[in-house]
């Protein structure tokens, strides 16, 4: 799991060109067209991505729209403070979506229980710890709470990165019937910047399955070199996984102790549970 606004892990796709203007030229072919809407999500995802400001001309890039569709838009949005204009002309995410934000997060009581006990694993291992999500075949960074050391990792809150890459995108769907898993992974899973990351999609839905049952995912060196990710799931009454909580740390002091710290993280995420009223398994002694 690993960042973007330090930038992320994932590896870049190539960009398309802005699509050019053909009002006034006859359609060689039919083609779909796409909303309003779907463009400002469109928009809304290219600069959540990027993870700074950005000229209208490099979000039109980056969604394949005519740059004059994407002004358009673009103009609508800073005008009700879903977007906003830096000193310098660029585009940014405007204040009222941090207020969305809030009111969202604070609907989420599971998420007020993980930013505890996140905070008291990364506090008790001095590492970094991540809570992370599933979100359009992607995994999420939900919340982070950053060690005290020299080491950083890539990921921040938002940033997102194929299942196949990290430890907690093989839980998040772990809980899911042999065939989908299989057909989840065959639609999403994409080679990594160290191409070590596992594509075949009835490997990785066994290797989700089997982690879901250790109750432990590990992940060294997949998407960037020199860095692992241990993670455990935490799991509803039904047995699905809601979430996941991680700790990302050096490869090589995860080699060293990763029966450490995987038991350490398999208290955290039962107490969580158990805090919950959700699935109950029984702790670890160790923690």
Same mark, same amino acid.
């Given at each position: ?37 779907d463009r400002a999500v469109q928009i809304l995802d290219a600069l959540q991505e990027t993870n700074r400001p950005i000229t209208a001309y490099e979000i039109a ?58 905070? &008291? *694993? =990364?506090? #008790?291992? +001095? @590492? ?10 992607m995994m999420v960074v939900l919340q982070m709470a950053e060690g005290p050391g020299h080491f950083r990792v890539t990921s921040r ?57 250790? &109750? *432990? =995912?590990? #992940?060294? +060196? @997949? ?65």
């Amino acid at each position: 799991m690993i960042r973007k606004s330090r930038q992320t892990a994932q590896e870049p796709e190539p960009a398309a060109e802005p699509v050019p203007d053909t009002a006034d030229q006859p359609a060689a072919a039919p083609r779909t067209r796409t909303s309003a809407i779907d463009r400002a999500v469109q928009i809304l995802d290219a600069l959540q991505e990027t993870n700074r400001p950005i000229t209208a001309y490099e979000i039109a890039r980056l969604v394949g729209a005519p740059l004059s569709t994407v002004y358009s838009i673009i103009n609508d949005l800073v005008e009700k403070n879903l977007l906003a204009r830096t000193p310098d002309g660029a585009i940014w995410l405007g204040s009222r979506l941090y207020g969305y934000g809030l009111t969202y997060a604070s609907s989420l009581d599971y998420l007020a229980v993980a930013h505890e006990e996140m905070n &008291r *694993l =990364s506090a #008790q291992v +001095g @590492e970094t710890v991540q809570v992370c999500g599933l979100e359009e075949g992607m995994m999420v960074v939900l919340q982070m709470a950053e060690g005290p050391g020299h080491f950083r990792v890539t990921s921040r809150v938002g940033s997102r990165v194929p299942l196949n890459w990290t430890a907690s995108g093989r839980l998040l769907v772990g809980h899911l019937p042999d065939a989908e898993r299989i057909a989840y992974f065959a639609r999403y899973a994409k080679s990594s910047p160290t191409a070590r990351a596992e594509t075949r999609p009835n490997v990785l839905a066994r290797m989700a399955r089997e982690a879901l049952d250790a &109750r *432990l =995912s590990i #992940q060294i +060196g @997949e998407s960037d070199a020199s860095v692992a990710c241990l993670a455990a799931p935490v799991l509803d009454q039904a047995g699905d996984c809601v979430f996941t909580i991680s700790i990302v740390m050096p490869e090589a002091k995860a080699l060293q102790s990763t029966e450490r710290f995987g038991d350490e993280l398999k208290v955290v995420a039962a107490r969580i549970e158990a805090r919950l009223g959700w699935q109950r398994r029984t702790p670890d002694p160790a923690g």
